[in-house]
């Protein structure tokens, strides 16, 4: 138990909901019932479905788990961060965070907007260097649309 409140899990609910999501991808529902044994119809389902939630919401705040953003059925699943941390659990690190836009995309961004608007003012003094401030920027515009489009595809997978 130790070793688990140092991945950050604050209580033995968080650690069953946790092992339950080693199996696959479950609902908020599908957990209840399986952890508790009760069905939707049964008298307190309610209340250990919050309690469920809550801890889910927990767990997500942490990095731990998430669900995909649309959709009608939104099961929960373990995150690359959680399965890291499960797996090395002696040499967990307090404070590592996963990033889903990774520092050098952040660059490109910034490099993007720069050439876009040093183009732009260019375009309106000199027209020679506009056209290669142009191909810069629909160049680097590309690279930066395709490393978005990969990390929102991130997200919500």
Not at 25 to 48: A, I, M, N
Request: hydrophobic fraction near 45%; aromatic fraction near 10%; proline fraction near 3%.
């Amino acid at each position: 138990m130790e070793d688990l409140a140092k991945a950050e899990m604050s209580n033995i609910r968080q650690v069953q909901i946790v092992r339950e999501l080693l199996g696959g991808r479950r609902t908020v529902t599908e957990l209840v019932e399986s952890l508790y044994g009760l069905s939707q119809d049964d008298p307190g389902f309610s209340t250990h479905y919050s309690q469920v939630q809550k801890e889910l919401r927990e767990l997500g705040s942490k990095g731990f788990v998430s669900r995909r953003p649309f959709g009608r059925n939104k099961p929960y699943r373990l995150t690359q961060l959680a399965v890291a941390k499960l797996t090395m659990i002696d040499g967990v690190r307090r404070g590592y965070a996963s990033r889903v836009v990774p520092g050098i995309d952040l660059v490109l961004y910034v490099v993007v907007l720069i050439v876009g608007s040093a183009g732009a003012w260019l375009a309106v003094r000199w027209e020679t260097p506009f056209l290669v401030m142009a191909f810069a920027f629909v160049f680097l515009g590309g690279m930066a649309f395709c490393r978005f489009v990969e990390a929102l595809w991130r997200v919500v997978s």
